[in-house]
């Protein structure tokens, strides 16, 4: 990669069941958290609206329906070091509660080298000197069982006292199931950014499509924020080029990952690239 480098860091992935629930102070509830991780430091963090879900045992709304649509499912992404992560989990245990589920995952995340010595990310990422190096498992320990307040947690049981399954690194699949070694990319940036003329996320699009990439889907976010403490959303039809968007690529590892450096180089200064290994099965 030259003047590029991976770190591990911790992906670590919110879903709420209805996206109008209100928290402390009668803010949304999706909003204070994400004020909740700006205040513990977290570097990253973005909501996104679903088209429709809800609850396995609950009510499940459409954006077809008029007033469901108000209620829908949100998501919220987070991305930062496990110690980081791991600290501030206990809030956010207490802040999801019952409404929603808690999901930790590990990722490379790509970071501008300065030299031989400090580093550089692009947009969204702290100038930092050498990264910490907590316990991997670090993010998903503190999760812990269900038994201690955690809502949803990867291993543990869910609000309705169910059992969920444990998600291990990468999406690991239980093997003979006829999965493969898949690599998923996405890359993180704003609307209004252009690259070589073109909004950043057409641009990264076209990129992968040229190279014949299997999988490639843009999604636009509600709010997020970044290591500039800046948070992003658009407050009105004219100003929508504020908002988060998100470029998902997928397919096999040896396929993708030979693209991955060119792709870094060509996103630079205008995204930040997250990679990450799973288990998929394609056609």
Sequence with gaps: MGEYEAQQWTVLNVGLWNGAITGARGRLLYRAILRSALDAGIRGGTAWVG????????????????????????????????????????????????????????????????????????PGIRASGAPQCPSRDASRDALG???????????????????????????RASPGDGAEQGLMVQVYTV?????????????????????????????????????????????????????????TALDRQDRLESHLPALVQFVGHEGLVVSRRVRWHHP
Excluded: C
């Design 191 to 247: 609307e209004g950014r252009t690259l070589q003329g073109k909004p950043v996320y057409q641009a990264v699009a076209e990129f992968l499509r040229k190279r014949g990439v299997l999988w490639v889907s843009t999604t636009r976010g509600l709010t997020g924020f970044g290591e500039q403490r800046r948070v992003h959303e658009p407050q009105w039809l004219l100003r929508a080029h504020d908002a988060p968007v998100m470029v």
């Design 145 to 171: 069982p269900a038994g201690d307040g955690t809502r949803g947690a990867p291993g543990g049981k869910d609000a309705g006292g169910e059992d969920v399954p444990s998600r291990g690194f990468g999406g």
């Design 51 to 122: 088209i429709e879900g809800g609850h396995g045992r609950g009510a499940f709304r459409s954006v077809e329906s008029e007033v469901a649509s108000n209620e829908l499912p949100v998501m919220l992404a987070f991305v930062d070091h496990a110690s980081p992560i791991a600290g501030w989990l206990p809030e956010l245990r207490t802040l999801v509660d019952a409404h929603g589920l808690v999901v930790s995952d590990e990722a490379s995340v790509w970071l501008r080298m300065l030299g031989s010595g400090g580093r550089a990310g692009p």
